[in-house]
């Protein structure tokens, strides 16, 4: 038996409108996989056409078009580009919160690209790349149940759907045929795992040529700062549970002690459970390694991970502690793409630098309770966030409102403590300098000692003889 893959009903009309286009449309599937024999699709979004810089790359640009369109006819579904549909994946990534993620591509043309085996090969290789971007990093928690992963095909004339899954480590496997369904309310009921935590650990950070720049220390620290977030405790409901019991279950007793109802609407698509987090202090072994400066990281996040309504501790825990390293790290790796010049390597100074790193916003999906993300850096509103998810998430249809900037508070550090903070820090650097040049000055003092007390000796024997003589 294949896979059986649900999707929501309204993204139904969403492929309408990029099939009446009648051109090649590639894109990504987000969603999470339910079981090993089913995953359920919650958007689709295409990916966006490259930019252009300047009026000759726009002329080069309009003249490959017309190549394309002539080569259309023998080979319409080649009409893409393998390097763009892997930027966006990148790109996609810092967008989606805990517990979702990339389950495969999405292609619509005029001819079925199954049919042929070399685009068979090249979906393969697109989805390899694509899970190697989404695994290899530490911001995914949750792996996926199966290897499977997920090529849909939608035919611009027929409207045809033809859904497949590819075993990405084999190589000489054929696809296998899925049954795509839509499905309203597709997934539900979902659960929404809601905290706030607050974030603190300290970087010691290097001018020197070996240390690497901002970017690679800052990737260091937060590497040792993910290894203690994946021993985190997750309490729900107020409790400890084990891992097997169903996370729903666990946050029945709630408040009022009631348990939730079995004559509950069954359209009811959201449940929303308040979840605490403790984060152990990780004892690392420090090497000795020479430092110019400290980077102390800290402030208040918004955690928001989403999972299926059948999900156990265990699995609720994992989506929780993936949305928390997948959101530090989208913030780090923005704000080191906005430093220009030398603050990529960071500049020790006596004066404290503060870096304001971009707060989380969110934003609804069209057919579904879940809220994807985006960030803004200081001083920029709504409004900025509408241009980026359109663009990257094909979310064109969002209004200001619908953008919740409410979650997370702007940085708001006065002069008075970036002064302390450069006090004690030129108050750190002055011991650490003192107790560097200690050996060195402890040896002196007892080598003058000696001669302090050679000299008394000799002084006090020629007293002696003189005294003798008189």
Not at 115 to 142: E, F, H, W
Request: charged share 25%; proline share 4%; hydrophobic share 35%.
């Amino acid at each position: 038996m294949g896979r059986t893959v649900i999707a929501e009903d309204g993204i139904e009309t969403y492929v309408a409108s990029l099939a009446s286009k009648k051109a090649t449309v590639v894109g990504l599937l987000f969603g999470q996989e339910i079981s090993a024999q089913k995953s359920c699709v919650i958007h689709l979004a295409r990916t966006p056409d490259p930019v252009i810089e300047d009026e000759e790359e726009e002329s080069e640009s309009s003249l490959e078009i017309q190549n394309k369109n002539v080569r259309k006819v023998n080979s319409p579904t080649e009409d893409f580009d393998d390097s763009l549909v892997l930027d966006h994946a990148r790109q996609v990534m810092r967008s989606l919160p805990g517990g979702i993620t990339i389950l495969g591509v999405f292609i619509v043309s005029n001819t079925d690209p199954f049919q042929n085996p070399a685009m068979n090969n090249r979906i393969r290789k697109l989805l390899t790349s694509i899970d190697v971007i989404i695994g290899k990093s530490s911001i995914t928690v949750r792996q996926q149940l199966t290897c499977e992963r997920i090529a849909l095909h939608i035919s611009n004339t027929t409207i045809k759907y033809t859904c497949k899954t590819l075993e990405i480590d084999s190589p000489l496997a054929s696809p296998k045929p899925a049954d795509w369904k839509f499905v309203n309310a597709a997934g539900s009921p979902w659960i929404e795992l809601h905290c706030t935590t607050n974030v603190e650990f300290f970087i010691g950070l290097s001018d020197s040529e070996s240390s690497g720049t901002l970017r690679q220390q800052l990737e260091t620290g937060i590497d040792l700062y993910g290894k203690a977030v994946k021993q985190c405790i997750c309490l729900f409901g107020g409790k400890f549970s084990t891992d097997l019991e169903l996370v729903d279950d666990a946050s029945t007793v709630m408040g009022t002690g009631k348990k939730k109802s079995k004559q509950q609407n069954s359209e009811e698509r959201m449940k929303t459970i308040n979840v605490q987090i403790l984060i152990p202090e990780l004892e690392v072994k420090q090497e000795k390694q020479e430092c110019s400066s400290e980077l102390r990281f800290g402030g208040q996040m918004c955690i928001k991970a989403y999972i299926h309504g059948k999900a156990t501790v265990r699995e609720a825990s994992q989506v929780i502690r993936e949305d928390i390293l997948r959101s530090l790290w989208a913030r780090c790796d923005m704000h080191c793409d906005s430093l220009i010049g030398e603050e990529q390597r960071g500049q020790p100074d006596v004066k404290a630098v503060l870096h304001e790193p971009p707060r989380r916003v969110l934003a609804p999906l069209p057919f579904s309770p879940i809220s994807v993300s985006d960030y803004l850096f200081p001083g920029e509103g709504p409004a900025d966030s509408l241009t980026s998810l359109a663009d990257l998430l094909d979310l064109g249809t969002l209004l200001d409102g619908d953008v919740q900037d409410y979650w997370e508070a702007a940085a708001e550090v006065n002069d008075a403590e970036l002064q302390i903070q450069s006090d004690s820090t030129l108050l750190e650097t002055t011991i650490s300098k003192q107790n560097s040049v200690a050996p060195s000055t402890n040896s002196r003092a007892i080598l003058l000692s000696g001669l302090i007390a050679l000299l008394a000796i000799v002084l006090s024997y020629l007293t002696l003889q003189i005294f003798r003589t008189n």
